[in-house]
């Protein structure tokens, strides 16, 4: 059977990456495979991951990139060398410009730890995310998967899963449980459905 060519973008340590693989191995992602994992960090721990799993790396710092173009142009030749179906960003903290997310319409997905359009968009990633959401004082948040257009996390809606937020919890208690509960699940169950999508259009 066809399966779809998955390039999973990050920067850090990777947890939502090794769901992605672990899923892979589980058989909850079947109509895709994880040919390559790209790193805007050189010293990401997702690298190390990728690595253990037997993935294809590509390193692509800003820093050594005169401009945001050069940055995206290089990203772009590797997946074209990779024939890359979809891109999933898992903790990939780079906004993409308009030019990249047109190039790649429907086929760039982002998992956000928070119940879009609630603690999103410029600004709003990581830990600072579920530092606002316990500031506000909400009483429930989560995590969202969406399709990545031009506007920061502004793209069509996949999945969303919801997590209670407990007295008590601190950014980095409720970043862990939001990921436990939602963002490790509905990640590989979005990546799966849109690349069924793919190899069935
Ligand atoms: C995750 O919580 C992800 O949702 C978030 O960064 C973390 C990366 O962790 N992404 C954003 O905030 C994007 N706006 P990981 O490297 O362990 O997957």
Request: aromatic fraction near 6%; glycine fraction near 8%.
């Amino acid at each position: 059977m066809k399966t779809a060519n998955i390039a999973v973008l990050v920067s850090g340590g990777g947890t939502n990456l090794q769901a992605l693989i672990d899923a892979q191995n589980d058989g909850i992602i079947k109509s895709g495979k994880i040919n390559l994992v790209i790193s805007s960090n050189p010293s990401a721990f997702a690298l190390e991951r990728a690595k253990n799993a037997g993935i294809d790396t590509f390193v692509v710092s800003k820093k050594e990139c005169a401009t945001k173009e050069e940055f995206e142009e290089k990203i772009i030749t590797a997946l074209e060398n990779a024939k890359t179906d979809i891109i999933v960003l898992a903790g990939f903290m780079c906004i993409l410009s308009e030019n990249f997310t047109k190039k790649y319409a429907d086929r760039i997905i982002n998992v956000h730890p928070s119940l879009i359009p609630s603690f999103c968009g410029e600004g709003f990633y990581g830990l600072r995310v579920h530092e606002a959401a316990l500031s506000y004082g909400v009483k429930v948040t989560g995590a969202t998967v969406h399709f990545v257009n031009e506007i920061p996390d502004g793209g069509k809606i996949i999945l969303q899963k919801a997590v209670e937020i407990k007295d008590g919890d601190t950014a980095e208690i409720l970043q862990k449980r939001v990921m436990e509960e939602a963002e490790w699940k509905i990640l590989p169950a979005a990546c799966e459905k849109v690349c069924s999508e793919i190899i069935n259009k």
